[in-house]
């Protein structure tokens, strides 16, 4: 297995690793609700995919302090 010969500058690694980037989600705004959503997606805050109630969303109660 090869191993290099001399030790590369930080620089010289650091220029490779210039496209080792996260990309953004592509979020559009769910024609229903607003909110975003990834696309051809159900929206998880509506449950809406389509123009049609695909999933019917439980909202959580909250627990009241005795």
Same mark, same amino acid.
């Given at each position: 297995?090869?191993?290099?010969?001399?030790?590369?500058?930080?620089?010289?690694g650091? /220029?490779?690793?210039?496209?080792?980037?996260?990309?953004? +989600?592509?979020?559009?705004?769910?024609?229903?609700? /607003? /909110?975003?959503?990834?696309?051809?997606? &159900?929206?998880? +805050?509506?449950?809406?995919?389509d123009?049609?109630? +695909?999933?019917? &969303?439980? &909202?959580?109660?909250?627990k009241? /302090? +005795?």
């Amino acid at each position: 297995m090869p191993l290099p010969k001399k030790r590369h500058s930080k620089t010289r690694g650091r /220029k490779r690793r210039t496209h080792w980037k996260i990309k953004l +989600a592509g979020l559009v705004p769910c024609p229903h609700c /607003k /909110k975003p959503k990834m696309p051809h997606r &159900i929206c998880l +805050a509506c449950g809406f995919y389509d123009g049609k109630q +695909a999933v019917e &969303i439980k &909202i959580k109660k909250k627990k009241k /302090k +005795a």
